[in-house]
């Protein structure tokens, strides 16, 4: 990769993330670290705005903009790719999203560019996951978003019915199946639904939750990671 390449693809991974660090952008640019601090400041010293510093990692100041960018055929194919793949697998409002965004991608690539990626012979059949848990999955991510509790008619495992209240943190899609991680206030604990488990739900959309220490994704993410490790 020619240096000049290899500035520009630092910006764009450092645009892209809230904090990155030189050791990130090594392994991505498969060259060592001390390359990255001298690039880096070889980058503030022409004028981009990059903050941090070495040991701690970087980001872009704000109101810094690129000119807009031109995809590669590679590029433009893992996008249609991408999209493909998610489409079976999302709730109907982001997958809607996710085609209008790639129709206005592919529609500003010169014709030959646009014309490779549709033509890429990879596709993902839209029967993937039935419709009533497609809306569940539309809902609960919603819920997430916008921190409102939600009341669930769920059956486990053994077919045990339970009544659960749940702040909802995060939906994780695990090849075949959704799941919901979720603060059980019923339980007092973190627990896991799988959506194609939950019999019903209503959002209670005047029970707003606040995070919590030791109630939030980032706490459950912690407690995984440790019963992994």
């Not at 500035?7 to 001390?34: C, H, M, N, P, Y």
């Not at 085609?99 to 549709?118: H, M």
Request: overall charge positive; charged content about 25%.
């Amino acid at each position: 990769m020619r240096r000049a390449d290899r500035l520009f693809q630092i910006v764009q991974l450092i645009r892209g993330r809230r904090l990155t660090t030189a050791a990130f952008l090594a392994r991505r640019l498969e060259v060592s670290e001390r390359t990255v601090y001298r690039d880096v400041a070889d980058l503030q010293h022409q004028g981009v705005p990059i903050e941090g510093e070495a040991g701690v990692g970087y980001r872009l100041g704000a109101g810094f903009e690129l000119p807009p960018l031109m995809f590669s055929e590679g590029e433009a194919r893992a996008l249609v790719a991408a999209t493909r793949l998610a489409q079976a697998w999302l709730d109907p409002a982001l997958a809607r999203d996710a085609e209008s965004a790639l129709g206005k991608i592919l529609s500003i690539l010169p014709r030959p560019t646009r014309a490779a990626a549709e033509s890429l012979a990879l596709y993902a059949p839209g029967f993937s996951i039935e419709p009533a848990i497609q809306q569940h999955l539309q809902t609960l991510r919603e819920a997430t978003q916008a921190r409102q509790r939600v009341r669930l008619d769920y059956r486990d495992a053994a077919d045990t019915p339970s009544q659960r209240t749940v702040r909802p943190l995060g939906c994780f899609f695990w090849g075949k199946v959704w799941t919901l991680a979720a603060w059980c206030e019923s339980r007092n604990a973190f627990r896991s639904f799988r959506i194609d488990r939950i019999a019903a739900l209503q959002v209670d959309a005047d029970a707003a939750f606040r995070d919590e220490p030791g109630k939030t994704l980032a706490d459950f993410l912690r407690q995984v990671g440790a019963r992994l490790d």
